[in-house]
């Protein structure tokens, strides 16, 4: 299985979840595909504008907030209320902040009101996860229990997702060791790697072989000089 292919089946479930929550019970195959495939690219889009603002802003690879917002609005998922000279243009001709005056807290209301305009499309994207929209996703995902739904008091507060079910369905022991090193799995921890019946590491093997490669490399140039040499007195003896 390709790493496509493997993003792919994992991304697949939470198509269908998506969609059973906004109504559908039944799609053919081409079309669940269709729209993972189209999820996948946007999902992938999003890391890689995150990635990119992540480099220019700060020169590393760790995003931070400010670095995901701007990703959000490359992809269209954070619509500016005003373009950027709408915007220059609302700066440069309301009335400075520091103008307000303190008493009766008019300049703290002014700081707000300014605040709020400033992360509309940020607040209006939290409350879609605050909302009914993603609370039936989650019911659907069975990360939330159905209404009119018995609870136990003793059970626990965060259910677990389809993958870890499933991990650990096919888990002997119940952990993640079996799928350490691996996608779907905590990073693996570098060892040694052990050679039987040779040098103790990869390191001194790689160490070995150099010399080795070195020694056969001076053997070869003594039988050339050799042969150059041998060459040369047959030569000398023909002229004579």
């Not at 993972?36 to 480099?55: M, N, V």
């Not at 520091?98 to 009766?104: G, T, V």
């Not at 990360?143 to 507060?157: K, S, T, W």
């Not at 056969?216 to 140039?221: M, N, S, Y």
């Amino acid at each position: 299985m390709t790493a496509r292919s493997l993003h792919h089946t994992l991304l697949r479930p939470a198509i269908l979840q998506i969609l059973r929550a906004q109504g559908f019970h039944a799609a053919r195959p081409s079309v669940v595909d269709t729209l993972t495939d189209i999820a996948g690219q946007y999902l992938s889009l999003l890391c890689e504008r995150t990635a990119a603002h992540a480099w220019q802003n700060h020169n590393d690879a760790e995003p931070d907030i400010t670095d995901v917002r701007l990703a959000l609005a490359d992809c269209g998922l954070l619509t500016p209320t005003q373009t950027g000279a709408e915007e220059t243009w609302t700066e440069i001709l309301r009335k400075p902040l520091h103008e307000y005056p303190e008493h009766n807290g008019l300049r703290d209301l002014e700081q707000s009101r300014r605040n709020e305009a400033d992360t509309a499309a940020v607040r209006h994207f939290v409350d879609w996860f605050a909302g009914t929209m993603n609370r039936e996703i989650r019911k659907i995902a069975g990360l939330l229990p159905d209404d009119g739904q018995v609870v136990e008091l003793d059970a626990p507060a965060a259910k677990e997702d389809y993958l870890t079910v499933l991990k650990k369905k096919h888990s002997k022991t119940g952990d993640e060791s079996r799928f350490q090193g691996s996608v779907l799995g905590k990073d693996a921890e570098t060892r040694p790697v052990v050679i039987d019946g040779g040098p103790k590491s990869i390191q001194e093997w790689q160490a070995a072989a150099r010399l080795q490669a070195a020694k056969a490399g001076v053997t070869r140039k003594r039988s050339e000089l050799l042969q150059q040499s041998i060459s040369s007195d047959s030569m000398t003896e023909e002229d004579g």
